[in-house]
């Protein structure tokens, strides 16, 4: 019978990789993990980061992962001296096949709990570029544009449906 683990040599392994006790739950990355809430805006004529965000590129995570089956940001495990910026951009190259000079970093959000933290890199895409995200690993069962609208309609990772509100006015 085959496993529902994927083979390790397809991901992308690193010193950060692990779990971190805190209180009575554990969050993966050893030294901090990050993520990209990538925005793409209705209103060309609004300008290229103008108007009003109509989609967001969520990863539908692999049923194997952690709380698998839910939606939510691409991101993971930072690397060791790796900043939050950097991790989220990797891991969503990684994960999501989101070139990074595609993405205009317009801020962060960090939820702390003491000895981890997890920052979300708020972002919208570079005037000119094209995003075309799909699965680029084995960790996302699927990867898009979702509209802002269809949220609601989605299974989402519970600490980004926390997390939503504060993130949606981050992107203005």
Avoid: K, N
């Amino acid at each position: 019978m085959p496993s529902r683990f994927p083979p390790t040599d397809v991901l992308h392994r690193h010193a950060g990789d692990g779990w971190v006790t805190c209180g009575d739950h554990q969050h993966w990355g050893t030294h901090g993990a990050a993520g990209l809430l990538l925005a793409r805006r209705g209103d060309a004529a609004a300008g290229p980061l103008a108007g009003p965000v109509t989609h967001v590129v969520l990863q539908h995570r692999a049923l194997w992962s952690d709380q698998g089956g839910t939606w939510g940001v691409p991101g993971g495990a930072l690397a060791p001296g790796e900043s939050p910026e950097a991790g989220a951009l990797r891991e969503s190259l990684e994960e999501a096949a989101i070139p990074p000079g595609a993405v205009h970093v317009l801020g962060t959000h960090v939820l702390d709990h003491g000895p981890w933290a997890y920052t979300t890199v708020v972002a919208d895409v570079t005037p000119g570029a094209v995003v075309r995200p799909a699965p680029a690993d084995p960790e996302s069962l699927e990867v898009r544009w979702v509209a802002v609208d269809e949220l609601a309609t989605l299974p989402l990772l519970p600490a980004f449906a926390a997390a939503w509100p504060r993130l949606h006015a981050l992107l203005g």
